[in-house]
Every structure is written in C-alpha cells, then in structure tokens.
C-alpha cells in the first residue's frame, strides 16, 4: 500500500512539473502574440505532459491493494480525467485565440489540485522516515511552482518592457515563500542535504534580485530578452528537478527495502511449523521487548528533545507535554492538560492568520510556519512550527501533534536587520529619508527651545547620468559609495547625511549659530566634491548642485524645508548647475502666483484664447517653401498678446504642459488640412518639450491625432525636440521617437549644438534633421569660433546622413555665408515673422528671395 501511493504521488509530481512547464511557454507565445519563436519548445513540452498523464493513468489503473485510501485514489482519478480538457485549450493556444490568463489560469489550477494531494500522502504513511521525506517532496513541488511563478511575473516585465508595482510586489512575496520553503526542509537531518543544495546562486535568481533593487529596473528590463530569461528560468527549474530525482529515487528505494524486509518476515513466519512452536513464543518475547526498547527510545526522544512537543485530541485539547513544553514556556504538564494551545498565542498574529492555519490542517492534514507566543511570565517567543493531523483507520482525525522550535533569537536577528533596511540606504549604509526626516523632526523640537539654527540641504551630482553611461552602471554604484565616504568625512557627528535615491542626496545641519556657519560647511563640500575622486580604476571630477534652506527663517516642519530645499535644488539646476542656491520664502507667494498661471492657461484653452502664429522654412537658393513652424500665443483678454517667454517656462515641468502641447499639435494638423483643402501643400513642425515626449501615452495621443483626420499625410508632420529633452533619458526619448517615425511622421533635433550630445548619442537618436541653433547664425561673423561650429554640424548632418537647416537668419549676409557653408534651408525674421494662419497665403504668394540668395553657390 505504502509502495503504491508513494508511487502515485511521484506520478503526480512529474505531471504538475511538464504542466508548469507547458504553462509557462504557453502564456509566453500568448503574451507576446507569438513573436517569440516557441514552437519547438512547446510542442515538446506537450508531448512530455502527456508522456506523464500516460504514466499516471497506467499507474492508477492497477489494482490497488488492500486498505488503499480510496478518497485519494477517486480524487487523482478525477484530476486525471479533468486534464482532457488541454485538447480544447491547445489549438486556441497555437490560433492565439486564448488569452494568456485563460491559460495560465487553467494550468495553475490543475498544478495546485496535483500539489494539494501530494501534500496529502505524509498524512497516509505509516513509516515515519518515509513521511518526512514525502513531506519534503510535497515542499519540492510547492518550491517549484512558486519558482515557475515567479518566472511567469518576469516573463511579463520583460515583454511589456516595464515592472509595474504589483509586480514588484508579487516577486517579493513569492521571493519570501520561496525562502520559507527552503527553509523548512533544514529541520529532518535526512532531508537536509537536499535542502542544501537548493541554495545555489543561479543566473535566474540574481537578475531577480537586481529587479528589485531600488534603482535600475528600466536597465536590467532592456538586458534580458525574454528568450533570456526562459533559459535561466529552465536552468534553475532543472536543478531542481536534479534534487527532487534524488530524493524521489531514495524514497523509492527506501519503500522497496521496507517491502523486502515485509515480505521476508511474512516467509519466515510461514515456514514456521508447529513443531517450533517453542521458537516461536520465544521470538515473541523478543519481538514484545524490542517493541518495548522502541516505546522506551521514544518516549527517551520525547522527554528530551530541546524542541516543544504538544499532543491534543480531536478537540484541540491538550492530553500531553514533553518536559521542553514547560522549558520553552513556563508552563508545568498539570497547568496546561485539557486546555486549548490558543492560550499562548501572544496577539501578534491575526484572527486570519489562524483561521488560515487551521483551514491548512483540515484540508491537507498539516501545516508548517512561525507563530509568535507568549510564555507564562509574559515573554515573547518566536517559534517555528510544524502540526500534523493523526487520523485512525477509518481516515477520522484523532489527535494533532504540534513540534515547535525556538527561534527568538533569529527572529529578533532578523526584525533588526529589516528594521536597519527600512531606515538605511542598501549600497551607501547611510541613513535613508525616512530616518533623516526623523531626525529633522527631533532637531526641530530641540531648536525650537534653544533659539538654534537648522540648514537643510539637497545635493545632486551634475550629468552623473553620463558617469553610468560612460563607465557602467557598477562603476556609478563605486562611485557613489565614494563620494558618501568623502562627505562623511567632513561633516560633524551631530549632522545627518542621507540618499535618498540615484545620485540624490540630503543633508540636516544642527546645531548652528547663524546660517553663514551652515553656508561655509556647504561651499566646503561643494569644493570636497570638486575635487578629483578615483573608482573603479577611473578618476574624474564632479560638480554639484546644491539647494538650500535655513530654519527659522523658513519656518516650517520637516517635510516642508525638504520640499523648499528641493526646490532650491531645482533652480541651481535651472541657472546652469554647480552651484548653491537657497530658498527664499517668498516663494511660497511665488507658488501661489504659478496656481493662478494654471487656473488661467486651464481657461484660455477652453475659451479659445490660445492661438498658433506661423514661421516659414524655405530653400534659400530656390525660394521653395519647404514647411513652417507652429508657434503658441495667448491672446489674453486682459493682458492682450501674451509672448510665450512669459508662460511655457513655467510649466514646463508640469503636466499641463502636455495638454498645451497636445492642442497644439491638433491645431497643427487641423491648419494643415485646411491650407490643403485651399490648394496649399506644405508641412508642418510642432515643438515637444521633455515631459510630453516622455509621457506613456505620448505615442498613443499621437496616433489619435493622425486618425481624426484620414485624409492627413504624417510625413507632413514634424516633431521639433530639444537636444537636451532627448539626453536627459537617452534610451527612452530614443524608444518614443522611433515609434513616432513608424507613424510616419518625422523628426527634428532643435537648437542643436547648445546642449551635451555626444557623438553616440546622435548615432542612438532617431532623427531627420539637424537644426543649427540661432545664437550660431547670429554671432557666425564674430570671429569667435562660430562659423566653423556651424560648419561642424553641417558635416556632422552630412555623416549621419541628416537633412540640415539654420534658425534665425536675420539679414541677407548671414543667409549668403550659410549657403557658402552649404546650409540651404533656414528660417529667420530676414525671411518671414511668424504670423497668424490667415497672412500666412498671402506671404507665400508675395515670397521672393534676395537675388544674392540665387546667385551663391552651396559649398
């Protein structure tokens, strides 16, 4: 019998394995609409599934012997026969009708039946070695599939090329579970080489644990295909699959020799005559005294194990305690008889949790986990713990056996570890902003009652995106930890230095006489950082911005000076970087003056107040028209034309920048058709500032802007983005332009030549056209170097194969050297003003070029 169901749960556990794996490849070729060449794949992981749904069927179709657990046996069978339904499933697999949560859904629920009546089978054995290594062959299987979930959740970051929160959720949760199960195959010395061997350092597992670090998810999303990733997976799913073959191997062999030695009793005693009746009681006598050494071993085991031994009836009743029990929690054998063990639970864990666990033990028989208790004396204790249900013949639960291990102290190990991770920065050890803000909150209290002075100050290391692009991800991570020692080193005790992400930092100064002394301490560090700094093999040198504020002056809590500083951050950032810039409480009015331009930007476009003026692009050799530039004012009825100097630089970091910027671009198109349906054929470009370009659903919008209008060509459509919008996040401005060129619609770099662009990153930006910043052309006689920055970046269109045109030609000379330099196209006032769309007919009709134009030849 024994043999049998040992068996049966082997076959069990080899079909739930191919089903993770079918499941896995299926949802997959799902998610990414078949993309991903799996065929092979997948058609062989079916044929291994039904490989194992042959051998299980077999199996179940022998005759059972008796006293088998027919309940077991009818559920298996049914399970079995419910797995017919792949045949449906399969063909809406491969036809990608089904969804990948059809799919997923279906597999993971037959997994989880298979895995709920593995877990069953320790309950079953009579032997208890063979129990507790089935017990540890039920965790395999759980192990594995909370692995192949895990698996499942990366599978679909990588194709949606993003983690979303509940991910990063899910794998943490799963990444716990994973550690718990482990964990619990570490008690039974037997089982604990194989649990050993679960602790491998896998490809899968540490770009797992590089997903969840704080920063550089977005990099580790783009380092794995998910071709990648499924390789790892099937690595780390086949190594397993090596301990759980050696430990199915040593149960299968361990059930075998007890059914040897069975069957060699029941010889002897059948070749037992009568005659030898006297050899007979005397082996009783000897079997009876070594059933009493077994009794007596026993009872030795339960009295002195270090571990706390609870036996209760049916009712949950206490009938027996081993002497640990009063040990490990005050309580005497004659205290504790006849009462319910809920009398040590210490309140921490929920009425839920309970109600979990003893759902557990009435389904599947046992339940294993921490519990925190409380010991007579009041005392909490950390357990972990393992019950299992006794069950009689007739399958009726007799009595639970509870096993409980001390782990107080791992335990309280473990809360400081989490406790100093949730208050501290991972890579650095320096305090993070929760712990800071802390920190400023007590150092404001003590202020207030000296009358001392506070400096709160927020750091950011200039380009330092450049650092990791330039030297790696790894390096930047050396280099941070280097730079953190070195501000260390030069603040006092009494201050606090913090980072609370990227290359962002904070700084509390206590303890001040006046602000000049924090403002010394600052230009102090801000030179420390100028200094040289080696990493990594690499040295270079680094510029800071830094914001400021001072308590009292700035009279507000915590929070709020973290604001101020950080604002004051931003406008160091904003007046060119590398400097110190401190916040003035007027900007709290200031603020409130930036809520009033919102409530009445917000207004102007619902009451058409906004309008767009035109700028011509021409051939100045030709005279063609080649497009014009949409340009947004505000005609505001009490102010009159407002320039848009005055308001898009405020809101550029805002989100309403994005719906101007989306008016804009309908209007565009919407002047565009009209132009057209008057016989005008020209085209259009549109200005994009950062944070529309890299909004999600930038490409999204766009598309329905070109759809309202069927007839509109999207080559006439041109986007205009800044050479810095594009490098402050290279990859992902590169990603959005090359999904807009896929419209069809093209794109321009403006003002090129006045931000950071390396060589590489022209190569990486999808772009058409280069357009020569206007201080250039203005100052290109000036003899100071501008004429051949001009005539660089016309040879640098030329090798990227990108058109080129110059802005602000403003006189016929400027545009005569320009086409010497063999830049034809331009636009400027000495061509056209921008104006509104109704002059804009009658310019073009009147447009000649200078006759000086037409005579120059382009060099």
């Given amino acids: 019998k024994l043999e049998r169901h040992t068996t049966l749960a082997i076959e069990a556990g080899n079909l739930a394995s191919e089903l993770q794996r079918e499941r896995d490849i299926s949802v997959l070729r799902l998610s990414t609409g078949g993309s991903v060449g799996l065929s092979d794949r997948l058609q062989a992981a079916r044929e291994a599934t039904e490989h194992r749904r042959t051998s299980l069927r077999v199996a179940l179709s022998k005759p059972m012997p008796r006293g088998a657990n027919s309940t077991y046996l009818s559920d298996l069978r049914t399970l079995s026969h419910s797995l017919n339904e792949l045949a449906n499933l399969r063909p809406a697999i491969d036809q990608l009708t089904a969804t990948p949560e059809q799919a997923r859904e279906f597999f993971t629920r037959h997994i989880e039946q298979l895995n709920e009546l593995i877990n069953r089978l320790p309950a079953m054995a009579e032997n208890n070695q063979i129990g507790r290594k089935l017990a540890a062959y039920s965790v395999l299987n759980r192990l594995k ?64 644990n590089q997903l969840l670090a704080p920063e550089g998810q977005a990099a580790m999303l783009n380092a794995a295909a998910p071709e990648q990733w499924f390789a790892w997976q099937t690595e780390r799913m086949q190594h397993i699959a090596g301990v759980e073959a050696r430990l199915v191997d040593n149960i299968l062999e361990e059930a075998a020799q007890l059914l040897r030695s069975a069957r060699h009793e029941l010889w002897r005693y059948m070749i037992i005559s009568p005659l030898t009746l006297l050899a007979c009681l005397t082996f009783a006598v000897l079997i009876f005294q070594q059933t009493q050494l077994r009794f007596l071993l026993s009872k030795a085991v339960f009295e002195h194990t270090h571990d706390r031994i609870t036996v209760t009836d049916s009712q949950a009743r206490i009938i027996e305690v081993n002497d640990a029990f009063t040990t490990n929690t005050g309580y005497t054998r004659q205290e504790v008889l006849g009462h319910n063990p809920n009398m040590l639970q210490s309140g921490r864990q929920t009425k839920d949790f309970y109600k979990a666990m003893w759902q557990e033990l009435k389904t599947t028989g046992t339940w294993q986990g921490e519990i925190w208790n409380r010991r007579k004396n009041g005392e909490f204790f950390a357990e972990l713990t393992t019950i299992n249900a006794i069950r009689n013949r007739h399958g009726n639960v007799e009595n639970y056996v509870s096993i409980s291990s001390d782990i107080t102290d791992r335990a309280a190990e473990h809360a400081r570890e989490l406790e100093y991770r949730a208050y501290h920065d991972p890579l650095t050890g320096l305090p993070n902003q929760f712990l800071l803000r802390d920190r400023l909150d007590h150092a404001l209290t003590l202020a207030r009652r000296g009358n001392d002075q506070i400096i709160v100050a927020a750091f950011d290391l200039d380009h330092f995106a450049l650092i990791n692009d330039q030297y790696g991800h790894a390096s930047g991570d050396i280099l941070i930890e280097r730079i953190a020692q070195r501000l260390q080193s030069v603040i006092r005790e009494c201050d606090t230095l913090a980072r609370i992400g990227g290359d962002e930092l904070l700084l509390v100064i206590e303890q001040l006489e006046n602000p000049a002394q924090g403002r010394r301490m600052l230009e102090r560090l801000q030179q420390e950082l100028g200094q040289p700094i080696t990493f990594n093999g690499f040295t270079t040198t680094l510029t800071a911005s830094i914001g400021a504020t001072a308590f009292p002056g700035d009279n507000g809590d915590a929070d709020t000076l973290i604001r101020h500083a950080t604002e004051a951050l931003h406008q160091s950032k904003h007046n060119g970087r590398a400097r110190l810039s401190w916040f003035d409480p007027q900007q709290g009015r200031d603020q409130s003056a930036f809520s009033q331009l919102l409530q009445r930007l917000d207004k102007a476009m619902t009451e058409n107040q906004l309008c767009l003026h035109y700028q011509p692009k021409v051939n100045m050799a030709t005279g063609e028209l080649l497009g014009v530039e949409s340009l947004l004012r505000w005609q505001d009825p009490e102010r009159g034309m407002v320039s848009p100097g005055e308001f898009l630089p405020q809101i550029e970091q805002h989100p309403i920048s994005i719906d101007v910027g989306n008016w804009v671009i309908a209007t565009a198109i919407s002047q565009l058709e009209s132009w057209r349906a008057r016989g005008l054929q020209t085209k259009v470009s549109v200005n994009i500032n950062a944070i529309h370009l890299l909004d999600p659903e930038f490409v999204n919008s766009l598309r329905r802007h070109l759809r309202r209008y069927p007839d509109f060509n999207p080559a006439n459509l041109e986007l205009e983005i800044l050479e810095s919008t594009a490098i402050n996040d290279i990859d992902r401005a590169g990603k959005v332009l090359n999904e807009c060129r896929k419209l069809g619609v093209s794109v321009s770099l403006d003002d090129f030549g006045t931000g950071f662009a390396a060589l590489d990153y022209l190569k990486r930006l999808p772009a058409d056209t280069l357009k020569i910043d206007q201080s250039f052309v203005r100052d290109m006689d000036d003899g100071k170097g501008n004429r051949a920055i001009i005539k660089g970046i016309i040879g640098l269109a030329r090798a990227f194969s990108f058109d080129v045109i110059a802005e602000g030609v403003e006189t016929a000379e400027q545009g005569c050297s320009l086409i010497e330099l063999g830049c034809l196209h331009a636009q400027g006032f000495g061509i056209a003003r921008p104006m509104p769309a109704d002059k804009f007919e009658s310019w073009h009709e009147t447009w000649e070029p200078p006759a000086a134009w037409r005579q120059r030849k382009a060099g």
């Fill in 145 to 208: 599939e909370l692995l192949s979930k895990e698996g499942l959740v990366i599978a679909d970051a990588l194709v949606a090329g993003e983690l979303t929160d509940l991910q990063q959720h899910q794998l943490l949760m799963l990444a716990g579970q994973q550690q718990s199960a482990r964990q619990s195959l570490l008690g039974p010395i037997d089982i604990k080489a194989a649990a050993e061997a679960l602790n491998f350092d896998s490809p899968a597992t540490r770009f797992r």
